[in-house]
């Protein structure tokens, strides 16, 4: 697999004079946030990027990508031995190339905009059984590490700062209650056109937990040091303004 990164160049152009950083902040920041499917990672992650001025990375879309790769080799979800060793062997054969920054990621496999394509409900499920596979793990977490390190930016993922970043600036462990994620992923598949009922994607997401949680290879778990927000009962305006106020305690100076 060859992974090219123009996040990188969005990162480095970031870094010039700091022309994009907020005026009071010249030190690099690093935030990680992880959690279930539905809590909102990517819309919070993705707009506490834009306030801050730094790269978003949403590192759930690489292993979609991979994910892809299987689906349209025929694989089935329920990955076995043999499936996993071919997903490892698509992987090593397409290009996967994730650029972007700011505002959003766009995902390509050998120069196809598979954006929209990886959000499928079947894509979800290949995804959590792909990123169980460790030589998947093994290729992906690496270059996440090495764009975070070079130049920060917010993350977000299920491992971020349990094994990506544990140093991370700031560690956020966003959820929600069950019910309220599956709502809003219905809604969310619902506004991107994919008919799915409620039944479904509550089965999905128990299945995707199960599996996110349950796995030995980085399970998802609440990092040591995060801060824990319900977003429940949460706007996503509050949700955002309780992050910058955890940003702001990190840099009292604006240093
Ligand atoms: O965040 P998402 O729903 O796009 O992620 C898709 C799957 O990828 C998720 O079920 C688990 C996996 N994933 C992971 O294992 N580690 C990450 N850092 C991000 C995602």
Redesign the pocket.
């Known amino acids: 697999m060859i992974l090219r990164h123009p996040v990188q160049s969005v990162l480095i152009g970031l870094s010039k004079g700091n022309r994009l950083m907020p005026p009071k902040r010249k030190q690099r920041i690093l935030v990680a946030i992880d959690g279930p499917?539905g809590a909102g990672?990517?819309t919070i992650a993705a707009r506490l990027a834009q306030r801050l001025e730094v790269p978003y990375l949403?590192?759930?879309?690489m292993?979609?990508a991979v994910a892809l790769l299987a689906l349209r080799d025929g694989l089935p979800t329920a990955l076995d031995e043999a499936g996993a060793a071919r997903v490892v062997e698509l992987m090593e054969n397409h290009r996967i190339e994730v650029s972007g920054g700011i505002s959003g990621n766009r995902i390509e496999i050998d120069g196809d905009d598979v954006s929209s394509e990886i959000r499928t409900p079947e894509c979800?499920l290949m995804?959590?059984a792909v990123?169980a596979i460790p030589e998947v793990r093994q290729a992906l977490v690496p270059m996440q590490r090495r764009l975070g390190l070079e130049k920060g930016g917010v993350m977000?993922?299920?491992?971020?700062g349990t094994v990506?970043f544990p140093d991370a600036d700031l560690k956020v462990f966003l959820t929600a209650s069950a019910e309220e994620r599956a709502q809003r992923r219905h809604r969310d598949l619902a506004n991107h056109e994919v008919a799915v009922s409620i039944d479904e994607v509550r089965e999905q997401q128990n299945r995707?937990d199960h599996?996110?949680t349950s796995r030995s290879e980085?399970p998802l778990q609440v990092a040591p040091g995060s801060v824990v927000v319900d977003t429940t009962d949460l706007s996503l305006d509050k949700v955002i303004e309780r992050l910058m106020a955890e940003v702001a305690n990190l840099f009292p100076q604006g240093a």
């Open positions: 499917a990672k990517s949403d590192t759930g879309a292993y979609r979800s995804a959590s990123s977000e993922g299920r491992d971020i990506v995707r599996q996110d980085s």
